[in-house]
């Protein structure tokens, strides 16, 4: 691997860059599904102890997006989506990224354990080293399955903060993880599909570059078909009710709708519109899960479930 570090002449450091090895816009997502696994959860916390867990699995996220870049420094570079971050744009050096990625990963699992319990600690360091090890140094290099195991890692927050609530895992936890774990796979081959080129420089086998744009289009509209019947199901749980299932319908909708125009695309015609519809499909997958989280917290102040 390529060592990248700051070049003579290049700018001081500043706050700013640090912040953004953590990641803050991609962590966000995983920080709202967190806090809403903990407030929907049947056991009450106290504000303050939520905020501080939801505060400490956020830094978790961070450490684990540090170690990230930190790691993938050399496929930044050749990036051109990632090629201005902290590392390859030589505001950060390697050894620094890989400081803070540690420290905090150490600093956010033993006060979540002090703040809420060890069961839900222990899982942030799992969920830490999954990302890390698991997902950064051995799939994303070796396999095109590389986002569907990974994927786990962006899945495991709602459960972490069911776990600072209960001390455990349920049925509602593991069907919140469910649904994150099975939308990851189409997210991300959408952003593949409009980004390959980036992916075949930098050596990162997406399944756009093992096995082509035609298979992968078929794989996004198969995982639409697996999640829905997840999310839905969700719906039936202590945590669903009326007003998240019918958002949950509406939503799957328009994403399965979505997934099957992906798959009905033209390649020559997909590349003279500049492949606006698979952009749009990757901005409705944000909006898919966010407002299904938003849906459990508004069915939760509501009340009303099964």
Known sequence: MADIHTYEGAPEAEFGDYVALLKPRVMSLVVFTAFVGLWIAPVHVHPFVAFCAVLFIALGGGASGALNMWYDADIDAVMRRTAGRPIPAGRVARPEALAVGLALS??????????????????????????????????????????????????????????????????????????????????????????????????????????????????????????????????????????????????????????????????????????????????LSLYYLFLHFLALLVQHWIGGGW
């Open 106 to 283: 150490g600093l956010s699992v033993m006060m979540l354990g002090l703040v809420a319990n060890w069961f839900a600690a222990g899982f942030l360091a799992f969920t830490i080293f999954f990302y890390a090890v698991v997902y950064t140094i051995w799939l994303k290099r070796s396999t095109p399955q590389n986002i569907v195991i990974g994927g786990a890692a962006g899945a495991f927050p709602p459960m972490i903060g069911w776990a600072c609530a209960t001390g455990g895992i349920s049925l509602e936890s593991v069907l919140m993880f469910a649904l994150i774990f099975f939308w990851t796979p189409p997210h991300f081959w959408a952003l593949a599909l409009f980004m390959k080129e980036d992916y075949h420089k930098a050596g990162v086998p997406m399944l756009t570059v093992t096995h082509g744009r035609a298979a992968t289009r078929r794989h996004i509209f198969a995982y639409t078909l697996v999640l829905a019947p997840f999310a839905i199901w969700l719906g039936l749980t202590s945590v669903g009710g009326a007003f998240y299932m019918a958002v949950s319908v509406l939503l799957n909708a328009l994403f399965i709708l979505g997934g099957w125009r992906i798959l009905k695309r033209d390649e020559v015609a997909a590349e003279a519109d500049g492949y606006g519809v698979e952009k749009r499909y990757f901005k």
